[in-house]
């Protein structure tokens, strides 16, 4: 009994000193942490030292390299200058501050170089101004020209639907004839209408036909009568008619040109107006008309061609022109009236 009362004593005892061990080497463990802490913290202190030794010296350089370029000289013996702070590795592997020296004669090397790729720099500079101011160029070229043909694109349009619709054109009627081939070219037809006085523009006219299908369609034509307002369509229309209406009118020895143009509007051959305004504007070659005395040389008479109207029966079409009408009048005076006649008017 005594024995197992010491073997329980012994056993607390152990219990005890085991404890008193492991607490000791925890508080030597925490002792040894916290030497390792203040270590660390004295590492992060200088390195923001080094960093900030690195500012001030930067500082300084640039203020003494500031100075000297002011009062033009250049100091040859400049006593070592700090350039730099190097980061080393000691033996216990933490991160140490060190200062690198380098000679007066490194930091003269660094401005010559610095010198050096200055005018490098100013060139490209220049570069990039000139490419700019070429590239603002070239907007304004190009935009001056997409101007320009948009000018010219919608000039060509508007003119094309006036002449195509007819609109602030000329009333007055013109004489067209086609022969057969004429009338089966589409582009000789648009030529004569152009000739003619008609039409302006004789490629959109021939677009037209081919596009509505009219280019086939054209009939040969005797004098047939047209003017520039009436549009494509109804100059089409007329162009396609094979049968026109015809009217026979007499006129006998002794009618005035106003009676002529009068009975000429009341079978509706032309209107009076449109026959005064075909001798006025004519543009014939008939030689008796150099002959006919202008002035006050055909006093008495109320017009120039008074008596230049062959007293005859004439055929014409029903809505002639007054150019069509008077150069059937002068083409029979012309070949029934011989020079001797023409000599009594």
């Known amino acids: 009994m005594p024995d197992d009362i010491d073997k329980i004593l012994n056993d607390i005892q152990a219990d005890k000193l085991a404890k008193t061990h492991e607490e000791e080497a925890t508080r030597l463990l925490l002792h040894v942490d916290e030497q390792t802490e203040q270590k660390l913290a004295q590492q992060r202190r200088n390195k923001v030292s080094g960093f900030k030794l690195q500012l001030d010296l930067d500082e300084e350089t640039i203020k003494t390299e500031s100075e000297n370029e002011n009062n033009g000289e250049v100091d040859t013996a400049v006593s070592p200058t700090v ?43 220049k570069d990039v101004k000139a490419h700019t101011a070429w590239g603002c160029v070239r907007g304004i070229i190009y935009a001056i020209l997409v101007l320009a043909a948009s000018g010219v694109l919608a000039y060509f349009i508007i003119v094309g639907a006036l002449d195509m619709t007819g609109l602030f054109k000329s009333d007055t009627k013109v ?16 030529m004569i209408l152009k000739k003619e006085g008609v039409i302006d523009q004789p490629f959109f006219f021939e677009m037209f036909c081919k ?9 040969p034509q005797d004098e047939a009568t047209l003017s520039p307002d009436m ?26 040109i106003s009676e002529i143009a009068e009975r000429l509007e009341k079978n509706k051959v032309c209107s009076a107006s449109e026959f005064y305004l075909a001798m006025e504007n004519h543009d014939f070659t008939y030689g008796f008309l150099n002959e006919i005395p202008d ?17 005859d029966s004439y055929d014409f079409y029903v809505g002639s022109s007054g150019k069509a009408v008077l150069r059937k009048f002068f083409d029979a005076f012309d070949n029934r009236v011989d020079a001797t006649l023409r000599a009594k008017i």
């Open 83 to 125: 350039e730099s702070v190097e980061l080393r590795t000691d033996t216990t592997g933490f991160i140490s501050n060190q200062p690198v020296v380098l000679n007066a004669g490194d930091t003269n090397d660094r401005s010559e170089n610095d010198e050096k790729e200055k005018p490098g720099g100013n060139r490209k500079g």
């Open 175 to 190: 004489p067209v004839t086609l022969t057969k081939e004429q009338a089966k070219d589409v582009s000789k037809v648009s």
């Open 211 to 219: 596009l509505t299908g009219a280019a086939d369609d054209f009939k």
């Open 295 to 311: 002035g006050d040389a055909y006093e008495g008479r109320f017009n120039k061609y008074e008596g230049y109207i062959f007293p």
């Open 231 to 256: 549009g494509y369509k109804a100059i089409i229309n007329v162009l396609r008619l094979t049968k026109r209406e015809i009217v026979r009118v007499t006129f006998p020895e002794g009618m005035t």
